[in-house]
Nanobody, 122 residues
Framework: QVQLVQSGGGLVRAGESLRVSCVAA????????????MRWYRQAPGKQREFVAA???????NYQPSIEGRFTISRDNAKKTLYLEMNNLKPEDTALYYC????????????WGQGTQVTVSS
């Protein structure tokens, strides 16, 4: 089993920056860069969870259009950690942010972090 523990987030004003982190522990197989697709999702109050950003094998990136150019997804393979750097935050970025690791082998399981609150005031 894999556990994802998130940290970071908080309350900021519009235009400010935050970083959220997601550390993987437990039965991580091999190098996370090769064996897991890693994503960030968010869920605003009263809305469905939505995709934010992804980093997959080979270092390819995917971003939701509304955050492209403001958010950066990255990983530290040695620390088994996924990051989401958020700049120029807007009130509409307010949400619970979740990290996700998707296995690229065996049962192709999904693992989720516990969620981190990001609140942006205007």
């Amino acid at each position: 089993q894999v556990q994802l523990v998130q940290s970071g987030g908080g309350l900021v004003r519009a235009g400010e920056s935050l970083r959220v982190s997601c550390v993987a522990a437990g039965n991580i197989v091999g190098n996370i860069a090769n064996n897991y697709a890693m994503r960030w999702y968010r869920q605003a109050p009263g809305k469905q969870r939505e995709f934010v950003a992804a980093i997959i094998t080979g270092g390819s990136f995917n971003y939701q259009p509304s955050i492209e150019g403001r958010f950066t997804i990255s990983r530290d393979n040695a620390k088994k950690t996924l990051y989401l750097e958020m700049n120029n935050l807007k009130p509409e970025d307010t949400a619970l942010y979740y990290c996700n690791f998707h296995e690229l082998f065996a049962d192709y399981k999904d693992y989720w972090g516990q969620g981190t609150q990001v609140t942006v005031s205007s």
